[in-house]
C-alpha cells in the first residue's frame, strides 16, 4: 500500500473511531435522560442543570468485566467466556423503582450509578434549589436498601457466573467486587477480580493400588481455597476411637462416573456433591462394607456416592446413577423385570440425560413401573435436559414396552390389578 493510500486509511479509521465514540455518548446521554424521567418524570428531568448532565458523561463508571487476578493462570479465552455468560445471566433482569417503574439491570450498573452517586454529591447547601432534586435519589444512594440489595444481587450472579464455569477437573473460581464502584463509590476501575484454583490431585491407596483423586474444597469468597472435612459418623461408619472429622476425597473415577451418569453443567454437579457432605444429617443406606450416600438435585434423588473408609480417609470410589445395578432401587428394578446391567445398557436407562429422553412421566405404565421400583424421584427432572452438556434425541417411551412385554412386572399387572409384592413386601 502508498503513503497515499495509507493515509486515507488512517483517515478512514479515525473517522470510524470517531463515529462510534458520538454513538455511544449519544446512547449514554439518551439513557441518562430515560432513566431520570423514569425515576421522577418529565418534570424532574426538567430540573436538572444541562451543564450537569452533559458533565456525567466525562465521569462515566465504565463497563463492568471481568478480568484475571494478576499472576493467576485463567486463559484469555476463559475471561471472554465468563463475561459474556455474566452479561447472558444479566438479560431481562430489572431494578424496580419506588414508584414502580423498571430500570433494565445493565443500565443500572453504569449509567444509572453514574447518576446517582453524582447526584449523591450535590451540597444543597451551597445550592438550596437543587435540594428538591436530590430528594427523588434518596432511595437510591450508597447507604439505602436498594443499593444494598443491589450488591448482594450483584454477588449472587457473579457467585453463579462462577459456579456455572467451575469444574473438579479443571478450575475453580472466587470473584472479588470489592473495587468496584457499587462497593468502592467513585472508583474509577469497574473490575470484577477473578481467582481461579485447581483443585489438587492426590494419590491415595484404594486396596492394592493407587488412585487419583481431589480432595473435597471449593474456592471461598475470601479467594482461598477452602478443604472440608467430615465424621465417618454421619456416613454410617463405626469407629474405634474418637470419631473425628477426616478429610474426604473423590476418585477422579467417580467424577468420570457422574459426568457420564448424571452429565449437566460440571459447576452445577461439583457444588451439590459439595453441600451433600456439609449437611448436619447426611442422608445415606449401608451397604455391605461401604456407605451410599444420597445425591439429589432440587431434592429429587438421582443416585449415591459409594464411600468407603482407607485408614483416615474417606475416600468416594464412584457413582451410581438410582437405576444402576448396586443401588436398592437398581436392583428392584432388576428383580421386577428380570432383566440384567447389559438390559439397562441396551435400553438407556442407566443414565439421567438417556432416562429424561424417554419422557417417561408421560407414559403412564412406564411412570408406576419406576415408582414402584423406587425411582419415582427421576420423574420430576425432565427440565435438566437444558442443561445436559451432550444433548440427547428424545426416544419413543413404548419401544421400552415393547423390550419388555413379556417382563414379570407386566405380566402381573394384566393378571391382577392388586399392588405388586415381592418378598411378601408391598410397593405400592
Known amino acids: 500500500m502508498d503513503r497515499k493510500k495509507k493515509k486515507q486509511a488512517a483517515i478512514k479509521s479515525a473517522a470510524n473511531v470517531e463515529q462510534v465514540r458520538k454513538a455511544l455518548k449519544e446512547r449514554f446521554m439518551d439513557r441518562i435522560k430515560k432513566i431520570i424521567t423514569l425515576i421522577g418524570g418529565p418534570e424532574l428531568l426538567a430540573k436538572f442543570p444541562p451543564i450537569f448532565i452533559y458533565h456525567l458523561y466525562e465521569v462515566r463508571y465504565p463497563v463492568l468485566k471481568a ?5 493467576s493462570e485463567m486463559s484469555k479465552t476463559r475471561i471472554v467466556q465468563f463475561n459474556k455468560l455474566m452479561y447472558q445471566l ?20 453504569s449509567e ?4 446517582i452517586d453524582c447526584v449523591g454529591e450535590i451540597d444543597v447547601a451551597v445550592d438550596p434549589d437543587l435540594s ?12 439505602s436498601k436498594t443499593h444494598r440489595e443491589l450488591q448482594d444481587g450483584l454477588v449472587n450472579l457473579v457467585t453463579h457466573t462462577c459456579r456455572l464455569l467451575a469444574d473438579y477437573n479443571d478450575q475453580i ?25 485447581k483443585p489438587e490431585k492426590h494419590q491415595i491407596m484404594v486396596k492394592d493400588s493407587f488412585r487419583s483423586a481431589i480432595r473435597l474444597s471449593w474456592a471461598s469468597p475470601d479467594q482461598v481455597m477452602e478443604y472440608f472435612n467430615v465424621k465417618p459418623s454421619l456416613l454410617g461408619f463405626k469407629t474405634a476411637g474418637l470419631d473425628i472429622p477426616l478429610p474426604l476425597y473423590i476418585t477422579i473415577h467417580a467424577l468420570d462416573r457422574l459426568r457420564e451418569r448424571i452429565n449437566i453443567t460440571p459447576g452445577i454437579m461439583h457444588e451439590i456433591l459439595l453441600l451433600t ?9 449401608w451397604s455391605g462394607n461401604e456407605s451410599q450416600v444420597d445425591f439429589c438435585i432440587a431434592d429429587q434423588k438421582v443416585g449415591y456416592f459409594a464411600v468407603k473408609l482407607h485408614g483416615d480417609k474417606l475416600v468416594v470410589r464412584t457413582f451410581l446413577f438410582l437405576t444402576n445395578n448396586d443401588t436398592f432401587e437398581g436392583e428392584k428394578l432388576s428383580r421386577l423385570l428380570n432383566i440384567n446391567k447389559i438390559d439397562k445398557e441396551y435400553l438407556a436407562i442407566d443414565t439421567l440425560p438417556a432416562f429424561n429422553s424417554y419422557h417417561i412421566d408421560q407414559n403412564e405404565k412406564l ?17 435438566l435436559q437444558e442443561f445436559t452438556a451432550n444433548q440427547v434425541k428424545d426416544k419413543d417411551p413404548e419401544s421400552i414396552l415393547q423390550y419388555l412385554a413379556d417382563a414379570p412386572y407386566f405380566n402381573r399387572q394384566l393378571q391382577t390389578d392388586t399392588p405388586y409384592e415381592h418378598d411378601g413386601l408391598s410397593i405400592d
Do not use: V
Not at 67 to 71: F, H, I, L, Y
Not at 277 to 285: A, G, S
Not at 368 to 383: E, H, N, Q, R, V
Open 67 to 71: 478480568k484475571a487476578a494478576p499472576g
Open 90 to 109: 444479566m438479560e431481562g433482569i430489572d431494578i424496580e423503582l419506588d414508584n414502580g417503574n423498571t430500570i433494565p439491570l445493565t443500565w443500572y450498573l
Open 112 to 115: 444509572g450509578l453514574t447518576l
Open 132 to 143: 428538591d432534586l436530590k430528594t427523588h435519589f434518596l432511595p437510591y444512594l450508597h447507604d
Open 173 to 197: 473460581y472466587s470473584a472479588d467486587l470489592s473495587m468496584t464502584p457499587y462497593f468502592a463509590r467513585f472508583n474509577p476501575q469497574n473490575d470484577i477480580i477473578i481467582h481461579p484454583f
Open 277 to 285: 457432605f456439609l449437611q448436619n444429617k447426611i442422608p445415606h443406606r
Open 367 to 383: 411412570s408406576k413401573l419406576f415408582k414402584d421400583a423406587g425411582c419415582g424421584s427421576l420423574l420430576g427432572l425432565g427440565y
